[in-house]
């Protein structure tokens, strides 16, 4: 268990304390020959065993070729040659409607979008094209081959339009699996399940922990399982439920609630769609609360469908309303960043009242 | 037979009437002549035949307007090209206009056999080549724009620094494309409507945005224009046509279209003008700007800043046309490609094509060649995509700050002291506007929930109830440089 915290490239962010440990321990699969590594080098790690693996998969994108602007595909162009790994023209709809087609015909097309702000262009390739692909032939034609990758979440000085939680708008479209990562030895294992599974998947990276997460990574190929979440803390009182950077924070509270003797079960989603419900609300039926947290917007956000799950499923257990701490009903904005973020006091004080409810 | 020959001269004729008609605007040097106008060669293409150039003679109206679309599509397919067997009396009668049956199989090449040539007017020693010709810069105007390009070069080194310093979060200068940057806003008219992409901050400069404006910006104070909810270099004035920019790429383009329609049905005299870069004529905003525009006929100048890279992206990985220029053809648009590099190619270019763009309610394509100096940005490190040598040349031998200056300096209207001045006067104007923006207050945070829409709606009322209350109770998890 290696937390390790840095300053997030060279600009001045609003907001430093942002860190990760990675509290739950390894998967049992994944415990050989570890290395410390922080996020972008496991994505890296990740896509460089991908390429080896299979002759016939491709990585593609704005900018690939001399490493990315956030470097996950550093040094795979030389490794693996041009035809492989290659820059495209800046067109999202061009790069994901041609790993459509570059899928369909049985091969592994992973694709960049440089910022998930950017994804936008593709939505139509995304939505009405690979993920019914499949189901509107009849199964004849599939694109299962495909993974979008996409940096998301806020950074600390990004903006409106390098800071965006998108992932919403992608629960909402049966077809393609929404997975995000935690940390740099999670997004490994996860980005080669996703990279190999036989179905669409857009995959959202952290950015804010591209450099600032670092744990040990083990350098062999390793998977972790889609569509199952992964409990981090065991605790009796309220479960949280999370994904990606936001765990961090959700982390920092549950310890937080401790010393004032709460005992918070901490939940990684890990996949959005087809999410892991049974895992959910087997902790919820015991601890009889709930707390989930996102960067996007609250209104219409994942957590929203997790919400109503469970009040369906738990309805008689629960002792108290579910809370829902996320991203402000607003762009996300540059100078008011610290604001809108849903932060560690703002889980803490909610966690504190719900068990007190 | 007879019809081919129709349209083939009326094409001709067509052509020549607007080259009349332009040349009221230009100055030319040596005097205009019917001949002298195949110099202009960069506004048209050269008419099908040599020999019907002496209609023009005998057509002399000086007009902008062009005929309706339909002839324009009658002599487009009819009269198009010279080699190609055309059956005479086999004619399409297709929607949109008739098309000539030819019993040759031939494909159109992927490019024609000569790229298309770069307009430009001074060389790179900014000695006026012969024969060029251009729109007339007054001694005033010319010293005018220079100081605007100096000012954007100073700009940018200091902003750059400042971010350096970790004095702002993000910057990304201009650097090599100040000509295109001032002279074509110079060449247009303060009632024209500017999209730009992100790196024309010069066009706000000379429309008169203060350096103490772009100051604001960059730190994102509460008298920012846009309220600190963007990253700096964000810029955007009402007062002064120049709608804010927004990061994603080519968006801006068909809006573009849609501003010159406004423009047109008010039945000003203005037009839209829209800035963006080699990569971003990738997007399918692109082509659907430049397909809405023609179809629209809406005054519209597509200005494309080619400097031969989108971050890492060299050309040759964007498009294996010849460029951008050739892309207005196949959507019906006029085009012209320019030396960027060049003040008095580019704001020629510009002031004829707004002309166009106004007088005969049309979109105008210009490729501006040019070079982005510097970093894509401050989080970028271009030596790690492309070499010191290519960033040097076009620093030095290619500088178009340079160039303009010799040019001033051969007319005697600029001297080294006038540089010495102005250089120091506007770093001391900068350094003090740094001083007062970084002095100021940030936005309040109500402006948090405000311009969402028009009114603060319910959801965002109980929003910033319940975010006031966590203040109160973690007033250390907030800046303290924002107004409560
Ligand atoms: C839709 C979209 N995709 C990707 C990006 C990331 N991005 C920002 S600038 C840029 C390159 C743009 O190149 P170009 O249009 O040539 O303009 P230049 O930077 O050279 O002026 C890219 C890919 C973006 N801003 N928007
Ligand atoms: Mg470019």
Redesign the pocket.
Known sequence: MIASMRRFGRWVSLVSKREFSNSSGFEKNAEQSPKSLNLYSAINQALHIALETDPRAYVFG??VSFGGVFRCTTGLADRFGKNRVFNTP?C?QGIVGFGIGLAALGNRAIAEI??AD?IY?AFDQIVNEAAKFRYRSGNQFNCGGLTIRAPYGAVGHGGH?HSQSPEAFFCHVPGIKVVIPRSPQQAKGLLLSCIRDPNPVVFFEPKWLYRLAVEDVPEDDYMLPLSEAEVLRGGTDITLVGWGAQLSIMEQACLDAEKDGISCELIDLRTLIPWDKDTIETSVKKTGRLLISHEAPVTGGFGAEISASIVERCFSRLEAPITRICGLDTPFPLVFEPFYMPTKNKILDAIKSTVGY | MATLLLGRSRSAIQNLLKRTALLSALTHSPPPSSSAASHVGCRYRAPPSQGNRSLAVLFPFSRHESTKAQIQLQQTHLAEDDDTQVQLDEVLDFPGGKVAFTSEMRFIPESAEKRVPCYRVLNDDGVPMPYSNYVKVSKEMAVKMYSAMVTLQTMDNVFYELQRQGRISFYLTSMGEEAVNIASAAALSADDVILP?Y?EPGVLLWRGFTLQEFANQLMGNEADFGKGKQMPIHYGSNKHNYITIS????TQLPQAAGVAYALKMEGGKACAVTY?????SS?GDFHAAMNFAAVMEAPVIFIC?N?G???STPIEEQFRSDGVVVKGRAYGIRSIRVDGNDTLAVYSAVRTAREMAVNENRPVLIEALTY?AGH?STSDDSTKYRSIDEIEYWKKARNPVNRFKRWLESNEWWGDEDELKLRQSVKKELLQAIQVAEKAQKPALEELFRDVYDQVPSNLEGQERQLRETIKKHIGDYPSDVPL
Do not use: K, M, T, V
């Open positions: 704005e900018d800046l999202e440089q910022f950017y262009p339009y | 992409q790196r990061s994603p790429i080519a963006f870069g080699d990569g971003a997007e800043r400097n890279w989108a971050i982005r894509h």
